[in-house]
């Protein structure tokens, strides 16, 4: 299992898989290949780098995050073409990140890890089509947006034109002539009205719950600006760092109310912004009844524009059933459609499911995680020896940027790498410990707007109880920079093999 890269006797024998090659595994890969753990592979169940901007492809889609803070800190692009950028330009500067860290060749394609079982030693992984893999430390970059989640709607399979995920993009189908059908109003489906209104026969948007949408224009950046920020890099740095504090204030500051004008400006914004649909009964309609950033706060330049679109409808009778020819709502009506587009996101509890990971004793993961995620420090589960996640449970994310939370993430969990390496040893937290943390930030999640603004969402578990980091940014980043404590770990000595 060498993997190709600079390896030298006096580094690390330790053997790493590193599932994913998105954003979280290719910075894995470059942390760990930075502190002298050559000897890696990263497994990715696609054909190319780029997680969920691999995967996703519809018209549209863009970063509602200003990309020269939704980059690494430590690879600053002077390319980016806008404000917010296309997600093919995310999607190549994650290729070309994995490239100029030389971690790209380490990449094993078209592979899907099936089961990891831990022997008291090492893990072994099962692959699809019958393969297995060895390594030491196991380390699960796989997101949290990668598995659709198709509705739970009768008649879904009826619909007889053209019908796909907005995460499985059918690009052979022609629109521009199309009666086109979108179900549900997020920041996928947002980006995609924005776009396609005006574009296709007409678009009909089924909306179960209305979005606070922020309003934020996305100009180009000029060829003289980005000559600048190539001749110049520190510019990068300050951009990187003005719109991190923007974003961290949005965050922080408007969404989680610890900046009460933060939280005025944002409140105004989405106010003014839905101002702007002149019609009162498409605003009434438009008008969510929850507190803005209960949901995922919308960004985008111009979709209320587009949705005030004369080829655009917004149909908020709730849906009844699909049919042949279309979707009927409750009232009877069929809207008839040619393609039928499920814009209705992802399993945002899967994590690393559908793979399944047997540990110490025999534990596995369907079990501990049977009632929802479980998670220490959002990186390490219980009776799961050297296995790390990164963007794990009760990970800062939603409004807030995940390249940044990856980046505090990866520098721990290389700290817990080194322990390892250094003290022969597996590790993993204790169960108290977990369950201790677990119920400090699920108190804490209760008391934010997420549960109690008045909304369902899927930043909810099934208790409501949202599956985020409760507190801010600042406190994450201080969890994250603070030395492990070892006492809150089960540090199992590991003999017969050398890992210094
Ligand atoms: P989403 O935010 O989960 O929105 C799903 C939509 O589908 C909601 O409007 C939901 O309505 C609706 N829906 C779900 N089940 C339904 C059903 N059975 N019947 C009718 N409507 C149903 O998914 P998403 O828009 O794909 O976004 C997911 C996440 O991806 C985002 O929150 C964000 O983190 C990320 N994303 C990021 C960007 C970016 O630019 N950074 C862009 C796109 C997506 P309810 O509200 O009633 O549940």
């Not at 998105?22 to 894995?28: A, E, R």
């Not at 993993?428 to 201790?436: C, G, H, Q, S, V």
Request: proline share 6%.
């Amino acid at each position: 299992m060498n993997s190709k890269q600079n390896s030298s006797a006096t580094e690390s024998p330790l053997r790493f898989v590193i599932i994913g090659a998105g954003m979280g595994g290719i910075l894995t890969a470059i942390k760990l290949k930075e502190a002298g753990f050559n000897n890696f592979v990263i497994v990715e169940k696609g054909d190319s780098v780029g997680g969920t901007w691999r995967e996703n492809s519809y018209p549209g889609l863009h970063c509602d995050f200003p990309s020269h803070f939704y980059s690494y800190s430590f690879f600053h692009n002077p390319n980016w073409s806008r404000r917010f950028s296309p997600g093919a330009e995310i999607r190549d500067y994650l290729e070309s990140a994995a490239r100029h860290f030389g971690v790209h060749e380490a990449i094993q394609f078209n592979i899907k890890v099936t089961e990891g079982r831990w022997d008291g030693a090492a893990w072994t992984l099962e692959l699809e089509g019958g393969r297995s893999l060895q390594c030491d430390v196991l380390l699960a970059a796989t997101g949290y947006l990668h598995v659709p989640n198709f509705p739970d709607i009768d008649g879904l399979d009826d619909f007889e034109g053209p019908k796909f995920h907005t995460a499985q993009w059918d690009h052979s189908v022609a629109l521009e002539d199309k009666r086109i059908g979108i179900i549900g109003t997020g920041s996928t489906s947002t980006q995609l009205v924005a776009e396609l209104a005006g574009k296709v026969r007409n678009l009909t948007v089924f909306q179960r719950t209305p979005q606070w949408v922020v309003q934020q224009d996305n100009p180009a950046y000029s060829e003289a600006e980005k000559r600048a920020f190539a001749e110049d890099p520190s510019l990068l740095v300050k951009m990187y760092e003005e719109q991190k504090a923007e974003m961290v204030a949005l965050a922080d500051g408007a969404i989680l109310g610890g900046n009460a004008d933060a939280r005025a400006y944002l409140v105004a914004n989405v106010h003014e912004n839905l101002a702007r649909v002149k019609d009162p009964e498409l605003r009434r309609k438009l008008t969510p009844d929850y507190e803005p950033g209960c949901k995922r706060i919308v960004i985008s330049p111009r979709f209320y524009e587009a949705i005030q679109d004369p080829g655009c409808e917004l149909v908020t009778e709730p849906i009844d059933r699909i049919e042949a020819g279309g979707v009927k709502t409750v009232d009877g009506t069929l809207h008839e459609l040619d393609v039928l587009v499920i814009a209705t996101g992802y399993d945002t509890q899967a994590f690393f499911r559908p793979l399944n990971l047997i540990g110490e004793d025999g534990r596995r993961t369907d079990e501990i995680w049977q009632k929802r995620p479980v998670a220490f420090r959002t990186m390490t589960i219980p009776h799961m020896p050297n296995f790390f996640m990164v963007e794990g449970p009760f990970s800062p994310i939603g409004n807030v940027c995940a390249f940044l939370t990856a980046e505090l993430q990866v520098a721990h969990i290389i700290k817990l790498i080194e322990v390892v390496a250094e003290q022969h040893v597996a590790i993993a937290p204790r169960e108290d410990k977990t369950a201790e943390l677990l119920e400090t930030y699920r108190d804490a999640a209760r008391t934010t707007i997420w549960a109690t603004g008045g909304c369902v969402s899927w930043y909810q578990d099934d208790e409501g109880v949202p599956t985020l980091y409760p507190f801010s940014n600042q406190t994450f980043e201080a969890e994250m920079t603070t030395d492990p404590d070892l006492t809150e770990y089960v540090l199992t000595p590991l003999s017969g093999r050398d890992m210094s």
